[in-house]
C-alpha cells in the first residue's frame, strides 16, 4: 500500500504558501527585517508568542475544515500529527539555537545585525527543507522500507548526540569555512549589513557572508535530522511541511529569546538526543508495534520539559553556590 496520503487540495497548499511569503515581505519591508535592529527580549518575546498562536491557529483551523469534509476521526487525528510534529520540529530547531550562538560568538557579530543574517537563513532553510521534504516523501512513496533507514539514522544520530553532547565544534577547522577564507577574499572588519563590498575596485566578501554560509550550512545539517523525524508521526507532505514551516518561521525569535539563557540549559541537548532515540526507535518497531500519535506527543513533550526543569534547576543551584 502506498504510504503516502494527504487530503490536502491545491488551494490549501496555494493559500499557505502565499501566508508564509506574506510574512517574510512583512516582516523584511514593513517591520524592518532588512535594516540593522537590536532586538530586545520584549520583542522576541512577543515574536515567539505570535508564531505559537499563529501555528495553534492553523491546526486548530486544519480541525475544522477536515471535521466539515471527512470527518471527525480524520480532523481529530491530523491536527494531532500537526502538533505532535510541529512540537517535535519546534524542539530539534532548539539545538539549532545553539551553533547560532556559537557561530554569532566566534564572528563577534554585533547584536544589531544579527537579525538581517538570520532572516535570510530562514528564506534559505525553508527553499532547503522544502525541497528534502520533496525528496523524502518521494522515497517514501516509492520505497517504503526507507522509513527504516529513516529511523536507522535517527537512533545512531542521537546516540551520537548523547555521547558528544558537552563537546563544542572547532569552527577554526570547519571545511566549509576553511575552503571559503582560501577562495574568496574577505574584509578584516564588518561592513555594516553588507555581504559584500567593493575595495580599490575589487569585490569582497565580508565576515557577514561567512556568517550567513555558516548558518545555511547549520540548517542544511539540522534539516537532516529533523525531517525524517516528522516521518515517524505522519506522511501527509502538507503536514510534514506545514510543521517544519511554523517551526522554521518562529527559530529566529525563540533565538533572541533564549540566546542568553542558553548556558542555563545546558541538559537539553540530551533531551534532544533522547528524543531523537525515541523516534528512530518507533519507527523502526513499526511492524511489530504502533504507538498512537498522542502517546508520542506526550512522551516528546515529557522529555523536552524535564531536560528543560532539570537544566534550570541544576544552573540555579550552582549560581546560588556561586554566590555564598
Known amino acids: 500500500m502506498n504510504p503516502i496520503e494527504s487530503l490536502a487540495t491545491g488551494p490549501m497548499w496555494a493559500g499557505f504558501i502565499v501566508f508564509v511569503l506574506a510574512m517574510l515581505a512583512l516582516d523584511l519591508f514593513v517591520l524592518g527585517g532588512n535594516k540593522a535592529h537590536r532586538v530586545s527580549a520584549k520583542e522576541?518575546?512577543?515574536?515567539?508568542?505570535?508564531w505559537v498562536a499563529l501555528a495553534s491557529t492553523f491546526g486548530a483551523l486544519l480541525w475544522w475544515y477536515l471535521d466539515g469534509v471527512a470527518g471527525r476521526e480524520v480532523a481529530n487525528r491530523k491536527a494531532l500529527e500537526f502538533f505532535t510534529g510541529y512540537l517535535i520540529e519546534q524542539a530539534l530547531s532548539v539545538d539549532n539555537m545553539f551553533v547560532f550562538v556559537m557561530i554569532f560568538g566566534y564572528f563577534a557579530v554585533p547584536p544589531e545585525l544579527q537579525r538581517r543574517v538570520l532572516l535570510y537563513g530562514v528564506l534559505g532553510a525553508i527553499i532547503m527543507r522544502a525541497a528534502m521534504i520533496l525528496g523524502g516523501v518521494w522515497l517514501v512513496s516509492q520505497f517504503a522500507w526507507?522509513?527504516?533507514?529513516?529511523?536507522?539514522?535517527?537512533?545512531?544520530?542521537?546516540?551520537?548526540?548523547?555521547?558528544?553532547?558537552?563537546?563544542k565544534p572547532d569552527l577554526e577547522k570547519n571545511p566549509l569555512l576553511r575552503w571559503l577564507r582560501g577562495h574568496m577574499r574577505?574584509?578584516?572588519?564588518?561592513?555594516?549589513?553588507?555581504?559584500?563590498?567593493?575595495?580599490?575596485?575589487?569585490?569582497?566578501a565580508t565576515p557577514m557572508f561567512l556568517v550567513l554560509m555558516m548558518i545555511e550550512a547549520?540548517?542544511?545539517?539540522?534539516?537532516v535530522d529533523s525531517i525524517p523525524a516528522i516521518f515517524a508521526v505522519t506522511t501527509d507532505p502538507f503536514i510534514v511541511f506545514t510543521s517544519n514551516i511554523f517551526a522554521v518561521m518562529g527559530l529566529r525569535a525563540l533565538y533572541f529569546l533564549l540566546a542568553d539563557m542558553a548556558e542555563?540549559?545546558?541538559?537539553?541537548?540530551?533531551?534532544?538526543?533522547?528524543?531523537?532515540?525515541?523516534?528512530?526507535g518507533k519507527m523502526?518497531?513499526?511492524?511489530?508495534?504502533?504507538?498512537?500519535?498522542?502517546w508520542s506527543l506526550l512522551i516528546v513533550g515529557l522529555i523536552i520539559l524535564i531536560s528543560v526543569v532539570l537544566s534550570l534547576r541544576l544552573s540555579g543551584n550552582k549560581t546560588s553556590r556561586s554566590t555564598l
Open 44 to 50: 522576541a518575546a512577543g515574536w515567539a508568542t505570535a
Open 146 to 167: 526507507v522509513l527504516y533507514v529513516f529511523g536507522l539514522f535517527l537512533v545512531v544520530t542521537g546516540v551520537k548526540m548523547l555521547l558528544m553532547a558537552d563537546q
Open 264 to 280: 542555563r540549559f545546558h541538559l537539553l541537548k540530551y533531551g534532544l538526543a533522547l528524543v531523537l532515540v525515541y523516534i528512530g
Open 186 to 204: 574577505i574584509t578584516p572588519g564588518f561592513h555594516g549589513q553588507a555581504f559584500f563590498v567593493r575595495i580599490d575596485g575589487v569585490r569582497h
Open 284 to 294: 523502526l518497531a513499526m511492524p511489530w508495534f504502533h504507538m498512537p500519535v498522542q
Open 218 to 223: 547549520s540548517d542544511l545539517v539540522f534539516a
